[in-house]
Every structure is written in structure tokens, then in C-alpha cells.
């Protein structure tokens, strides 16, 4: 989350070029595993590796001046492929703060909150600084927003090595820009230091928004890649706390391949299968499906939904420990997400 109007953190040393290259090579001889949907470099690196290997080629893409040069390249590639971007967005405007969904990359969202009474702005996932004007996934555009804005401010999760951090946060940190009142959770299970943001509507009278980042997607969940189900279900559960209200904004639009998923799972799920028909005619358009909200996804997202028993009776008997009430949701959880991946990788 980067702030607008402190000084830039250095770049890791480049003796780590020669572990890079080694990471991409053992990537690369196992792309068949990875699926095409991952065929690009951070793609390749952060599908199918091992969590010591994911944090190695996490932290190389993220932090070196190589891993910025082929972020830059990445960036090119869906400047060229989607020059207005991969979505049709529409802004939201409550009481004088708009929230701007801006599509990037590929299927991306960045975020720019703005307080039109103060005049200042909190971009969130800011990945493309041209589009976001004001992660490499996600953070990418820090380092230019930080040059082209000397007072601009980094906020982050400092175990995730975001680049060019200037105000680390903690697990229910708070951050005041005017009339914006955002709370920082940390929601491990995707990265071991993955956090969102959720912005108080009772300041300016309208609804809270969650900026869920890779943790929660409409109708879908993010990939284990650092802890383990029970870790992911506890964020997960963080999430189901807050109001049915929020409005949840991701850092993806994988809407309608989610909502497909979620029908082999549920095939009988009314609400699945009415979102889907908006989801597709959205899609058809080229239109963002953002947002949706917590109550919305608490009926549809199998991921949110392995407390009840229509799901656990979708999935059926499970391999492994389970006791006499059965598997455990955390199992549960595993289970879908292991579907999830052989079904598409994302």
C-alpha cells in the first residue's frame, strides 16, 4: 500500500544473479508440472516449487535489479496485449471518497482510494505506476512512485520483503490518510507475510472495503505457497468476521474461472449459478466483476464455505484422519485447494 505526499530501501546485492539463474533452470525443467497458465518467469517461478524454492525466487524477483528488469519486461508485454487495460472498471464514489478498481498486468487489480475533501489518496497493489499514477506481482510500481513522488509512503508487511518499504505494519496496525481509516490484518497461507487492508466506512457514512490482495478472490482463495491449510483457514476465518457488507475488492479478476470450479464442486448452488450468469455476461463485455461482498461470497466460495454440510457432503469421504465427525476443516480446505489446482492453476 503506497501513500502519497519517505527514502528508498537498497537493492539486495547482486551476488544473488547466480542463484536466480539457478532457480529459473530447475523452474524451467519442470514446466510441464506448471500448467499454461504459468508459463511466464514470475509465474514459473511461484506455481509449483517448494516453499524454501518459492521464497527464494519470491525474494530474487522481488528485490534485485534483475528481477525488477523482468518485471519491467512483463510489464511491457500487457501495456502492448491490453493498452486500456483487461477490464471495463467503474468507480465507486461514497460521501466524497471514490475507490478506483485499476485493471494492470494481465489480471491484476491496483487500487487508488481517494478523499476528495483532503485531496489525498492511498493506492493499494500498486503494479503499474502508469496506470496507478499517484506488488512486482503486486508491488511493482513502488520504486517508481517513489521516485516520481519524493513524500510518497510504502506500507507494507516487512516478512514479505516488499520493495522499498518506508513504514513496516504489524497484524491490526492502523493507517489514517484523512477521512480514510484503514486496519492492516495479516492473513498468512498464500506468503507467510501476506496482509490486507480494510477500509472503515463509518468515516464517511458508506460500506467498509476489504482489499483482499491474494488471499480472497471472488469465489476463490489463493495458493498455499508458505504454511499450511489450517494456516490459510485461519485467515480465511479472519475474513468471514468482518460484516457481510464489506465489499471485497481482489488483486485478481478470476471471477468466472472460480465460479466454474465452485460448480463442480456445488453443482446444485442456486447462488453459484446466478452469479455465474452476471459473472459471464461481465466477462463477455469485458467488464470487471468487482467488487462483490462478504455476504455475496459466504453463499458461493466453496473456500469459505467448509463449515457447511452441503459442501463436506459435495466433496464426500476424504482419505486420511478424520474422527468421528469427520475430516477436519482444515482437511477440508486441503482438499479443495488440491482440486483447485489440477482444475486450473490459480
Not at 525466487?57 to 525488477?68: K, Q
Not at 519491467?72 to 461514497?94: C, I, N
Not at 467498509?208 to 489463493?222: A, E, K, Q, R
Request: proline share 7%; charged share 20%; with cysteine.
Amino acid at each position: 500500500m503506497a501513500l502519497l505526499g519517505c527514502p528508498a530501501t537498497s537493492l539486495y546485492p547482486l551476488a544473488c544473479c547466480g542463484l536466480f539463474f539457478l532457480v529459473l533452470l530447475l523452474l524451467l525443467l519442470t514446466r510441464t508440472r506448471c500448467g499454461r497458465a504459468r508459463w511466464s518467469i514470475p509465474g514459473l517461478i511461484m506455481a509449483r516449487s517448494e516453499r524454501l524454492l518459492f521464497r527464494i525466487g519470491y525474494n530474487l524477483y522481488a528485490r534485485t535489479w534483475l528481477g525488477y528488469l523482468l518485471y519491467r519486461k512483463q510489464l511491457q508485454r500487457a501495456r502492448h496485449r491490453y493498452p486500456d487495460g483487461h477490464s471495463t472498471v467503474q468507480p465507486r464514489v461514497f460521501n466524497g471518497v471514490k475507490v478506483l478498481p485499476i485493471p494492470v498486468l494481465l489480471d491484476n487489480y491496483s487500487y487508488l482510494i481517494i478523499d476528495t475533501q483532503s485531496k489525498l489518496a492511498v493506492a493499494v497493489d500498486p503494479s503499474d505506476p502508469r496506470a496507478v499514477q499517484v506488488r512486482r506481482d503486486h508491488s511493482g510500481g513502488n520504486r517508481e512512485l517513489r521516485r516520481q513522488n519524493r513524500g510518497c509512503r510504502v506500507y507494507g508487511n516487512p516478512q514479505d520483503g516488499i520493495a522499498h518499504l518506508t513504514h513496516p505494519l504489524c497484524h491490526q496496525d492502523m493507517v489514517s490518510v484523512g477521512r480514510l481509516q484503514f486496519q492492516a490484518l495479516a492473513t498468512p497461507g498464500h506468503t507467510r507475510g501476506h496482509m490486507i487492508y480494510v477500509l472503515d466506512g463509518e468515516p464517511y457514512k458508506g460500506p467498509s472495503c476489504l482489499f483482499s490482495g491474494d488471499v480472497l478472490f471472488l469465489s476463490g482463495c489463493g495458493r498455499i505457497f508458505e504454511g499450511t491449510p489450517a494456516t490459510m483457514l485461519n485467515s480465511l476465518d479472519l475474513i468471514m468476521g468482518l460484516g457481510d457488507d464489506t465489499l471485497l475488492w481482489p488483486g485478481h479478476e478470476y471471477a468466472e474461472e472460480n465460479l466454474s470450479f465452485a460448480g463442480l464442486v456445488e453443482p446444485e448452488n442456486v447462488a453459484r449459478e446466478k452469479k455465474m450468469q452476471w459473472v459471464q455476461q461481465q466477462r463477455l463485455e469485458h467488464r470487471s466483476t468487482c467488487p462483490s461482498t462478504i455476504g455475496e461470497e459466504k453463499t458461493y466460495n466453496p473456500f469459505l464455505r467448509t463449515h457447511c454440510l452441503a459442501l463436506q457432503e459435495a466433496l464426500g469421504p476424504l482419505p486420511g484422519p478424520g474422527g468421528d465427525a469427520g475430516p477436519s476443516r482444515a482437511r477440508l480446505l486441503e482438499e479443495l485447494r488440491r482440486r483447485k489446482d489440477q482444475h486450473k492453476g490459480k
